[in-house]
């Protein structure tokens, strides 16, 4: 770190305004930009997301924001006589990302790439890579400042909270790049605003900038690299954090003067989080995954090119599977997305709300049952987290809640969550202004703990809203059918994921679910209009993901998902029936909606392609079409029959119906 005795007060950055009716703008070209704090992040925490894009030829830039150097040493299995080198360790690391992204491009692990220096804001200067395969393109960009300095351990965290005023970059060897740059607080914002400037992302993935509070002893801390308190590296949080306020930044810069709001889809995957939660993917998933750490890692012994080294020798061979903290047999979102909004609307056309740019969408069909989307509509409420909870009020009008980024900043700035409403005026029709429902938590470091909203109708119109809480448990706050809101409460339980389920059972009684680590949660009541408890012997095994919950045609609830590294989906009765397998092999949460001849389910199979179970029990596969981001969701249409709807590495709904044809 670099300072004097006076830091420089930190810029205050325009902010979008949260208001509707601003113009999107899109040129329908798929672009993938991902953002790590160090080399392999991706590796570990982003894929498979980042293959399946790669492997639908979704061109991808990756930023590295640090050098990745650590204490210098690339450790060698059964060696301890390593010298410290950071220029040669952070080589390595590079060379071991372009042999693994090689490899994703289906090409030999040491092809060459093509080096270069791409000049950034303010005249800094980054490494970048490229490599590509037919319409296969991977560049990656390495910004490479320090991870530590002897002023400051954990470098990069110091630079997003204690107003250190500068922060230099590590030159690594073999790179192109041979001098040194200055950062400070707002210099990083603003290379990694000019980077989505240039590249124009339709799809960002983050790190997670709000990890779960975590309570370990100081042995234990260190084992599982953690920082103190919070269930992930102060890296990732760090870099997560400058992510967030780049893309709020990227967006007010746009829309500045009458402009456009620039049409992208962020994803925040969870970090070290896999180290305590059920892993989620299965035997051919994983070793896919794995697979891609293998030449990332490298070996002392190759001949690839690089002086410095061939890979992080740390992550050689089969230690990304035999590590007992067990990252990369995970994959989670930080805001878990059941998928779009689908309704059908007075008139019988579609619409899809969604968020984009960090800010709540509508999109119509052209016309009436044509599954074609037109351009979206801005309901502003931004910077909004991924995901939407949406409930029906009985008169056709339809509530939103999001998660909204109320503030975010370091240098001691506010960091504070909200969680905040759009309600209809009428069915179909314009939206009132959005109505902020405040936080179930005291203060704003636990607030930033908060889960994605999920809300529910039941049969006396009154709308239950449910979040996740700091404790990991269950908070919800009841809407009464005259429009009041009461308070928020703590519902109890146990801890669980992010991820709720909640539904209303043909008797009218409010079922809520989630996945822990024993089991699935279940809270109800026990009738309707009573208070939600908490059920402890409900008994309902173990899941990896969340999970979806449907009405059975005898009027039973079932739910639908898969136990931790299982590819078979398990149907489990809430009222105590054997579960029983259903012929959906794949991973990831699935979505059900109920029929009278039985659910109709839709979740991904093992490659990552859209797979739909009808009520006959067929399974359909999309083979079309852009590729889908996370869930996709299922439509029952009165006139066209079963429909899935998702959003494509483009950043536009896609339809698909898997009966009678399956074309994309």
């Known amino acids: 770190m670099t300072g004097c005795t006076v830091p420089t007060p930190r810029r205050s950055g325009p902010t979008a305004d949260p208001a509707p009716g601003i113009p999107i703008t899109s040129s329908r070209r798929a672009q993938l930009m991902q953002i790590a704090a160090h080399p392999d992040d991706d590796l570990y925490f982003m894929n498979p997301d980042t293959q399946r894009m790669v492997d639908a030829g979704v061109p991808l830039v990756s930023v590295y924001v640090t050098a990745g150097e650590h204490d210098g040493k690339n450790h060698i299995p059964g060696r301890k006589d390593i010298t410290a080198d950071k220029s040669a360790y952070s080589s390595a690391r590079h060379q071991g990302l372009r042999q693994a992204y090689a490899a994703m491009l289906g090409l030999d692990k040491f092809t060459p790439w093509q080096k270069g220096v791409l000049t950034l804001r303010g005249d800094r200067r980054a490494e970048i890579n490229t490599l590509t395969n037919g319409n296969r393109r991977v560049e990656l960009v390495f910004l490479n400042l320090a991870m530590h300095t002897p002023r400051r351990w954990m470098a990069v965290p110091s630079l997003w909270k204690d107003r250190q005023l500068g922060l230099r970059t590590v030159v690594a060897d073999d790179s192109p790049v041979r001098k040194a740059d200055d950062y400070d607080y707002d210099r990083l914002i603003d290379v990694l605003v000019g980077l989505m400037e240039q590249y124009r992302p339709t799809v960002i993935h983050t790190l997670d900038p709000d990890p779960d509070i975590q309570h370990s002893d100081e042995r234990t801390r260190k084992r599982d690299s953690e920082q103190p308190g919070y269930s992930d590296h102060a890296d990732h949080t760090a870099v997560a954090s400058f992510s967030w306020a780049a893309m709020i930044r990227w967006v007010a810069h746009a829309t500045k003067d009458g402009g456009a709001i620039p049409a992208f889809v962020a994803t925040s995957f969870r970090g070290y989080y896999n180290r305590h939660w059920p892993k989620n993917l299965p035997g051919p998933v994983l070793r896919e995954k794995a697979a891609h750490l293998v030449p990332y890692g490298g070996d002392p012994s190759w001949q690839c090119g690089n002086s410095a080294g061939c890979g992080d020798y740390n992550v050689g061979g089969t230690r990304p599977l035999t590590n007992k903290k067990g990252w990369v047999r995970a994959t989670h979102y930080r805001y878990p997305d059941p998928g779009p909004v689908v309704v059908t609307e007075p008139g019988g056309r579609l619409a899809v709300y969604g968020v984009l740019g960090l800010r709540a969408v509508r999109w119509h069909e052209t016309e009436r049952g044509s599954g074609q989307w037109g351009e979206p509509d801005d309901l502003g409420g931004g910077p909004l987290a991924p995901g939407l909870g949406s409930a029906a009020l009985e008169d056709g009008r339809r509530l939103l809640f999001g998660l909204r980024f109320a503030a975010l900043g370091g240098h001691g700035g506010a960091n504070r969550r909200e969680v905040v409403l759009l309600e209809q005026r009428s069915a179909g029709g314009p939206f ?72 209303v059972d043909p008797a009218g009684r409010v079922h809520l679910f989630a996945a822990g680590r024993d089991g699935v949660h279940h809270w109800t ?54 579960p ?36 006959a029990g067929r399974l359909v596969t999309r083979t079309q079409g852009a590729v889908a981001l996370e869930s996709a969701a299922l439509h029952v249409h009165p006139e066209h029959g079963p429909l899935a709807i998702g959003l494509g590495a483009d950043a536009h709904p896609w339809t698909w119906a898997p009966e009678p044809r399956t074309e994309g």
């Open 432 to 503: 009132l202004a959005w109505r902020g429902l405040g936080n179930p938590e005291p203060d704003d470091d636990r607030g930033r703990r908060l889960g994605v909203p999920v809300a529910v109708t039941d049969r006396e119109d009154r709308v239950h809203l449910f979040v996740r809480n700091a404790d990991k448990g269950v908070s919800t706050r009841i809407r009464a059918a005259d429009g009041t809101w009461g308070p928020w409460r703590d519902l109890g339980g146990e801890e669980v994921q992010d991820g709720l389920s909640a539904t």
């Open 525 to 578: 009541q026990d009738a309707p209009g009573q208070p939600l408890a908490f059920r402890p012997d409900s008994g309902l095994p173990v899941s990896g993901d969340p999970v979806a919950v449907a009405a059975a045609p005898d009027g039973g609830l079932e739910l639908y998902y898969r136990a931790p590294t299982r590819k078979e989906l398990t149907a489990v009765r809430v009222d105590g029936a054997a």
């Open 580 to 615: 029983a397998r259903v012929a959906l092999d794949g991973y990831g949460p699935v979505a059900a909606a109920a029929t009278p001849r039985g659910p109709l389910l839709i979740g991904k199979d093992l490659q990552g392609r859209v797979l739909v179970r009808t009520v």
